[in-house]
């Protein structure tokens, strides 16, 4: 970690959450989606929280923002700038969400408001939450559709979403997270959908625009070389836990977990050998609702031993380095 | 241009298993594909890369006649699927097989997958009789990895990487000669991504299947394509063998898409080579602007509005496609200016960003 991101980290976290847990009603059954998952974001840090389809990721940031379905229980603590907003009342989450907290999601063709004009969607944000003017909104909402680099952003404004390509809409929803100068914006899974030339483009503005606005970022994706370059800080989640968490070029470098060694593995590349076969993650996640005694991944762990399947492993920092934490009875590197 | 010239050299001497030529497909105004040519021999696995929007599922849906090419031939076995009758289309396309991207969308969500999988069965084997079907049905499952007995479930009670599997088991329950994978991997988890495509490899290996794999990551072709072909606005822009693509991409286009693939570690300067910033090619064109260049490049190079190295040229004369090494076509017209040394637009250090990516090896 450098300095200057310690000395942040050493104030008041933007985002903290301790030990949330969100589960599911299924009928009679309840499922866990979040086992006991805490995760601190300073001012301007870049957390990726990373994983495969199923473990939480998604869940846990939703239950931060209060946006879950009605039959999910959270528990624990989630704090935004040492206010506590898990379970606060929809006027004040309102005040923040939008504004100071804001979500960009997955699919950009979805998450725009089909029979609104672009421009009224982005002003519309300003008058709710800034309480500007529509006039003063709209000519805020054509400078930050330049500032995302829409072009055309004047008469992007008259037009409405299914009007744009995916990659535009992606931009107009980025604009939209910004519009308020966000202390924090989630990501869930921003370029999923989008093409690779896109995806390096977004990836390329986010990159920007924290630079620009300085806004913490919390990235949410089941591709660890797309958060690459751009997280300082990863988290790696297995079954609705956290399993390893790191600097970006430690993990990279190092990765203590061996699911974690695993998911890089399985990263096609450009370079090096050309192989007979991909490398792949053996077995399947385990199902929802599974209840694993020991570690989650013993099943599908190349090093799990007989201490893997009796007792789970708690995060732990390595012994040279406390901030490179794993949950592992046998990590790589110890 | 001659139609002739994108054939590849065959394989082995043999005669090619689908030679496509000339295909174009118009949707009213607009041309989706234009002078598609190549030729796919028997066992062989081509790469068909490009965005969204190039025209790589009109070329395999076009190949399917599962929509009307205006113009061009469609050469399966030396005979041509966009003129043949519609009972012996039926026929032939016992042999032609395809997987789509969107696994659970591609399965009908009243069927059981058991039954989803012995359609084709029902329909190019209408004599089997059930208890046959539902062997050969067990069978293919365990073949894909899923427990037979999963046979009597709908397709909702599956991940996104089995309904792909059973998906897979469908097109080659009649054991295919060719397999059209649409972008099959797309929407699945990097973790996922291995299985499915070492399944589609075993599959190829045991039943000599050929196959046209669709993707959009050249990461994920490298792997298991000989040949890559590249699109770009409805055109080929680049055919290669593989080594020749990733060693030596000569059209823009292909090295812009190389440069767009994620690799992981940045610190890590062992794959530095066709890190480019992807600033220097801008997003497809703007919308406004998308209207006078579809008028203004039926005369010109349609990649030119986002090319780093245009010339006054490209404006004026569409390029033509040459083979400039063997076996190694390109339509640009500065190919000839970069042969055999790469060729990435000069590294901007002036950009953020840009010192992390690591240093640029400019010669391979």
């Known amino acids: ?334 | 241009m001659s139609p002739e010239m994108p054939a590849s050299r065959p394989l082995s001497g043999s005669a090619p298993l689908l030679s496509v030529r000339d295909l174009w497909v118009r949707f009213g105004e607009r041309t989706a594909l234009c002078e598609v040519s190549f030729d796919l021999h028997a066992g062989e696995t081509l790469g068909l890369v490009g965005e969204s929007g190039s025209g790589k599922s009109t070329l395999a849906r076009g190949i399917l006649r599962l929509l009307r090419p205006s113009h061009g031939s469609v050469l399966w076995r030396g005979r041509d699927l966009l003129t043949c009758g519609s009972a012996t289309l039926r026929a032939l396309r016992r042999d032609l097989q395809i997987v789509f991207q969107d696994p659970l969308a591609s399965l009908n969500p009243r069927m059981t997958v058991g039954e989803a999988i012995a359609e084709p069965l029902r329909i190019f084997e209408p004599a089997s009789t059930a208890r046959h079907r539902q062997e050969r049905v067990g069978e293919m499952l365990g073949r894909v990895g899923l427990d037979a007995r999963l046979a009597g479930r709908y397709p909702h009670e599956f991940s996104g990487g089995q309904c792909q599997r059973i998906g897979i088991a469908r097109a080659m329950i009649l054991g295919p000669a060719l397999l059209i994978c649409d972008e099959p991997v797309s929407s699945l988890d990097v973790s996922i991504q291995g299985q499915i495509v070492n399944l589609l490899l075993d599959l190829q290996r045991d039943a000599g299947t050929a196959m046209l794999f669709i993707s959009h990551n050249l990461a994920v072709v490298r792997h298991l394509s000989h040949r890559i072909l590249v699109m770009y606005s409805g055109r080929i822009v680049e055919i290669a063998p593989r080594d020749d693509l990733f060693g030596t991409p000569l059209h823009p286009y292909t090295r812009a898409l190389l440069a767009a693939v994620p690799t992981g570690n940045p610190h890590n300067t062992d794959s530095p080579r066709y890190r480019a910033a992807p600033e220097t090619i801008p997003e497809a064109i703007p919308e406004a602007g998308r209207e006078a260049a579809r008028e203004t490049a039926a005369g010109g190079c349609a990649f030119r509005f986002r090319c780093p190295d245009a010339l006054a040229r490209c404006t004026a004369e569409i390029p033509a496609f040459e083979e400039v090494a063997p076996g190694h076509w390109v339509a640009c017209h500065r190919s000839r200016e970069r042969p055999h040394s790469v060729i990435l637009p000069p590294h901007d250090t002036t950009k953020a960003g840009a010192a992390q990516r690591g240093p640029v090896q400019r010669t391979l």
């Open chain 1, 1 to 334: 970690m450098n300095a200057e991101l310690r000395d942040k980290a050493e104030m008041q976290p933007t985002l903290r959450i301790d030990d949330l847990c969100v589960s599911f009603a299924q009928g009679k059954a309840v499922v866990p989606a979040v086992r006991q998952v805490s995760i601190s974001v300073a001012p301007g840090e870049c957390v990726a929280v990373v994983g495969e389809s199923g473990s939480g990721k998604t869940q846990l940031f939703m239950a931060a923002m209060g946006l879950l379905a009605g039959n999910a229980a959270v528990r624990g603590r989630v704090r935004f700038e040492g206010e506590d907003i898990l379970g606060a009342a929809a006027p004040r989450l309102n005040l923040i969400r939008g504004a100071k907290l804001t979500m960009i999601f997955q699919d950009p063709m979805t998450s725009l408001t089909p029979h609104l004009k672009i421009g009224t969607q982005l002003a519309e944000v300003l008058v709710c939450h800034a309480g500007r003017s529509w006039s003063e909104a709209r000519v805020a909402a054509r400078r930050m559709l330049d500032r995302v680099g829409v072009p055309e952003a004047a008469r992007r404004m008259s037009q409405y979403p299914h009007e744009l390509s995916g990659g535009l809409r992606q931009r107009v929803m980025i604009a939209m997270s910004l519009l308020c100068g966000p202390k924090l914006v989630i990501a869930d899974e921003p370029t999923t959908a989008l093409d690779v030339t896109v995806q390096a483009q977004i990836i390329d503005l986010l990159r920007a625009m924290r630079r620009e606005v300085g806004m913490a970022l919390v990235l949410i994706s089941h591709d660890l070389a797309v958060v690459a370059g751009l997280a300082d800080t990863i988290l790696v989640m297995y079954d609705g836990r956290v399993v390893e968490r790191a600097q970006a070029a430690d993990l990279f470098e190092h990765a203590r977990h061996p699911y974690t060694a695993e998911l890089l593995k399985c990263i096609p590349t450009l370079s090096g050998p050309r192989l007979q076969r991909l490398p792949t993650l053996a077995g399947q996640p385990p199902q929802p609702g599974e209840s694993i005694q020991g570690c989650s991944f013993a099943p599908r762990c190349p090093r799990a031993a007989q201490r893997c399947r009796m007792e789970r492993p708690v995060l732990e920092g390595a012994a040279a380095d406390a901030a490179h934490r794993a949950a592992c009875h046998f990590p790589l590197w110890p």
